[in-house]
């Protein structure tokens, strides 16, 4: 409990896992889940040149149920080639669901701050691959996400009717190995396709948006010095994104011209040093 939410007594999840045969495997998981505003969503503002993010101090507590299914298969398995798949099913129902939205005032600035939806639901599916060749590690993915359309309940407006709006996504991630050199390099990508969002229209209503699709990439390399430290460095956001443009979806259905949302702070790069120590 923090100074203003409560956290329910008990909040129940489920895991289950069955052994269909040598190479397959099946889950099936059920949680609750419960989230209260940090303080960033409540009190932070933040005011530059680009950015002007407020917090929301009347936002409400999140709560969901999320239920899953996985079937594992362990493809290959010899010496120096393994390749496991698995394929996954998820739905999840949020109430009160925190996200943020934009706003222009009556100065012409655009804003971003945070509200609570009263419905919002995520549904779809996953496939992962993981090959293991020698000193390589990829990781290959894919998903396809469905996002609720709240208004789809509306009869009063037109436009998309669809109960989910879809987006894709692709990741690959790869890491090589120097074992003689107790180091490692490593390259992660994602696609993230149109993704559905939330803005204010003229009439201070919200409506759906489809913020663009965009790459993200990272690069990172750490290396093992004395067995107790490690050294770490790398790029974050290669490609530096910064802002991504939405477009909003009218009641006619048509994309109307959107707004850009702060989704970033663009590329940066990294050092650190990392101290382990245990005794056997």
Known sequence: KNSKYSAPPIIPSL????TLNKILDLRLSYARGFRAPILRELYFSFLDANHNIQGNPDLKSETSNSFMASLSCNAMKKKDVSITSSLTGFYNDYSDFIDMYDYVDNNGVTIFSYFNRDKFRTTGFTLDNTITWKN???NIGASFIGYYNTYQENKNL????SLYSWSPEITCNVTYKLQKMNASVGFYYKFTGKV???SLDNSND???SKRNAFHWADITASKQLYKLFTIQAGIKNLFDIGRIG????GTSGIHESGSVINYAYGRSYFIGINFSWSKK
């Open 158 to 161: 037109d436009g998309n009717k």
């Open 15 to 18: 895991n289950t896992k069955f």
């Open 196 to 198: 559905p969002t939330y």
């Open 246 to 249: 939405s477009s909003a979806i």
């Open 136 to 138: 390589v590690v990829a």
């Open 206 to 208: 919200i409506i759906l």
